[in-house]
């Protein structure tokens, strides 16, 4: 048999499945990898995620990574600081050497959904641990304590962050005004910059994450980094183009879009 590329999330249940493991799972399925997943924190929508006991963290990651050898780790929701050190002990006991972190710091609205005991305790023990590191505007003005406003402000926020020991940062640029979202790779030396026109849509959840299992899924099939960053842009871009309705006008970003699209049903289901 050929052993499948695998990448294990580390992260919170969503029950919408717009965001967290679940959505990690749909799309690491969607490009063809195979997707397993540790549990952190369980979600209740717009309630605080309630963390799971480290003791509880450490044993699913122990169990996923004696069982399996992933291609790729990555983090995604780390409520507190308690969690942090426990994923971050697993991971090094395990010697995980290949690893993305989506520090999801930030919420909607730019509410902060963490303590800042637990954005310190991110950088010292994942940041140095991280092949890639994928904040958004928000996300990196809190790890690097400067201002992401301007793109120089980006650019210096991005430096400041691979200080922290991150190999390479990916800031991306959809919480950023204009008609133009662009992404910037930090490879430790050079920037490189990724556009694409703006999809005129609001309200979506889950896209930031969607982008980092997509990096993720490029970089287990063993792509280069510079390539899964312009691959992930185009799922997640694509994704939003093919946005389906949840309820109520609540848009959901289209995982596999590739492989189906919503149609209208010919009769309501609540006929019968």
Do not use: C
Request: aromatic letters at 4%; a negative charge.
């Amino acid at each position: 048999m050929v052993r499948a590329r695998i990448v294990l999330t580390i992260s919170a249940s969503d029950p919408t499945a717009t965001d967290g493991v679940q959505a990690d799972l749909k799309t690491f399925s969607s490009l063809g990898v195979h997707g397993a997943a540790v549990i952190t924190a369980l979600s209740g929508g717009a309630a605080p995620a309630i963390a799971l006991e480290p003791g509880l963290i450490q044993q699913q990651i122990d169990a996923a990574l004696t069982a399996m050898k992933p291609d790729i780790v990555m983090t995604g929701t780390l409520p507190d600081a308690a969690t942090v050190q426990a994923v971050a002990d697993a991971l090094r006991r395990h010697g995980v050497a290949r690893l993305v972190v989506d520090p999801v710091l930030v919420g909607a609205g730019g509410v902060s959904l963490v303590d800042d005991a637990t954005v310190q305790e991110l950088l010292a023990q994942l940041m140095p641990l991280a092949l890639v590191v994928t904040p958004n505007v928000a996300e990196a003005a809190m790890l690097s304590g400067l201002p992401a406003g301007t793109w120089d402000e980006v650019r210096l926020a991005a430096e400041q962050i691979a200080s922290r020991g991150a190999k390479n940062v990916v800031i991306k640029g959809g919480r950023r005004e204009g008609p133009v979202v662009t992404d910037l790779l930090f490879d430790g030396s050079d920037f490189r910059e990724y556009s694409t026109e703006r999809v005129p849509i609001d309200g979506v959840s889950g896209s930031g994450s969607a982008f980092a299992a997509a990096m993720a899924a490029s970089m287990a099939k063993g792509e280069t980094i510079e390539h899964s960053v312009a691959a992930a842009k185009a799922f997640v871009t694509k994704g939003l183009q093919n946005a389906y309705d949840l309820a109520d006008g609540k848009p959901a970003l289209h995982h596999f879009y590739r492989y189906w699209q919503v149609r209208s049903p010919q009769h309501d289901p609540s006929d019968r």
